[in-house]
């Protein structure tokens, strides 16, 4: 059985550089190569990588041979192994947490370095049925032919199945809680029925599934007891440190503004440090110094927001400024990632502005960038 899937990713290959956003297994090809000819540990079955060297694909490290494995989580390495070593059980994993804290950046990563393929995924919406799970059929051949292999959709689910890889389910709990329940059979019994055609697919040896999900957003449906008992939960969490939240907004900011090929320098680490300062004090409601109570806005101001932040500053600085990020570039951005309502939030955010940014030392042109721009 052929999908869509395959013809897609053949296309892509030839012109890889233009692509916009490349796969995990494409951007990083260099990484699981060198790791995949240095690891000699034991694989589980069909795993492109050890545990340990998928470990290190995740978090980083220097291979003997002077390699360096860039990280591609920042936090607790041991969060990683449980999901790593989950996946080498019978039960699924489930990334959960608030918004912007890498489920969906680490589920692409680990489906890459385990099965070489991050893109067997299902996106998950009040819209997917259970067609897009198990697997839908081309309707003018159905026609025509009656029920046939040929007539059949393979769903990424099925495919990952076939193949012994990982599926992968974006936000799982936005699907109706009917439809979610089509993986309990999938999960306890490896299999997926076909009655039409009256066989069934097998899952091979390797597969598993990784869903996220997110705690905050609303209208999401609960998972049903019988399917939280079929996966491991890893519960991902805020960056704990200002300092590691600044590397993390500082190497995707820099790769990402090298994919886009911006006109701008790199931002200062200074800047970095004040727009995750500002996050981090409206996000906790008070400020650094512990000295300072403040009101939270509405939103969730994830790390993900203020490398957004930056990387929209890098655009206007690189587009209408000098090419150096500076306040005026940010103002603008940092307010629409804060204001998310026009009325409470604008006042959590003035107020902020006069009580924190405009007597702080050396924050003064940020203050009046921001006041200008609200
Ligand atoms: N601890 C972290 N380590 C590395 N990158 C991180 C970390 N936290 C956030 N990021 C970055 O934040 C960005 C957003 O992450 P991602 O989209 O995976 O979030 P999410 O948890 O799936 O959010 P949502 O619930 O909105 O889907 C990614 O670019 C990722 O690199
Ligand atoms: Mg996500």
Redo the contacts with the bound molecule.
């Keep these: 059985m052929t999908t869509s899937q395959s013809t897609t990713s053949t296309a892509i290959d030839t012109k890889i550089e233009a692509v916009l956003r490349q796969h995990a297994e494409q951007q990083f090809a260099a990484e699981l190569a060198e790791l995949s000819k240095i690891d000699t540990r034991q694989r589980p079955p069909n795993w492109k990588l050890s545990p340990w060297a998928v470990r290190t694909y995740l978090m980083g490290g220097q291979l003997d041979n002077g390699f360096v494995v860039t990280?591609?989580?920042?936090?607790n390495a041991r969060l990683m192994e449980i999901a790593i070593a989950t996946l080498a059980t019978d039960r699924a994993l489930l990334?959960y947490?608030?918004?912007?804290?890498?489920?969906?950046?680490?589920?692409e990563h680990l489906a890459a370095a385990i099965a070489g393929d991050s893109t067997l995924l299902i996106q998950g919406t009040t819209g997917t049925d259970e067609n897009a799970i198990r697997y839908g059929w081309n309707y003018a051949r159905l026609l025509v032919e009656g029920p046939s292999e040929k007539a059949l959709v393979v769903s990424p689910m099925m495919q990952a199945m076939q193949d012994g890889k990982i599926a992968r389910i974006?936000?799982l709990t936005r699907i109706a809680s009917e439809v979610q329940d089509t993986l309990i059979t999938i999960l306890s019994e490896k299999t997926l029925p076909v009655p039409e055609l009256n066989t069934e697919v097998q899952a091979r040896k390797g597969f598993n599934v990784i869903a996220?999900a997110?705690n905050?957003?609303k209208g999401v449906n609960e998972l049903s007891s019988a399917l939280t008992r079929r996966f491991n939960t890893v519960i991902?969490p805020l960056?704990s440190s200002i300092e590691?939240e600044i590397q993390?907004v500082d190497?995707?900011v820099a790769s990402l503004g090298k994919a886009l090929e911006l006109p701008a320098e790199k931002p200062a680490l200074e800047e970095i440090r004040r727009v995750v300062t500002v996050f981090r004090e409206l996000r906790s409601g008070k400020t650094i110094d512990g000295k300072t109570k403040i009101k939270s806005p509405s939103g969730t101001l994830?790390?993900?927001e203020a490398?957004s932040v930056i990387n929209n500053g890098l655009a206007m600085a690189g587009y209408y400024g000098d090419g150096e990020l500076h306040a005026g570039d940010l103002a603008a951005g940092l307010t629409g990632a804060i204001v998310k309502d026009p009325v409470q939030d604008r006042v959590v955010w003035l107020e902020y502005l006069q009580t924190v940014v405009k007597e702080r030392e050396g924050w003064k042109d940020l203050y009046r960038a921001c006041h200008e721009v609200l």
Excluded: H, Q
């Design positions: 990280p591609k989580y920042v936090g990334l947490g608030i918004p912007g804290t890498a489920k969906s950046w680490v589920s974006e936000e996220t997110n905050r957003d991902l960056p590691e993390i190497r995707r994830s790390t993900a490398i």
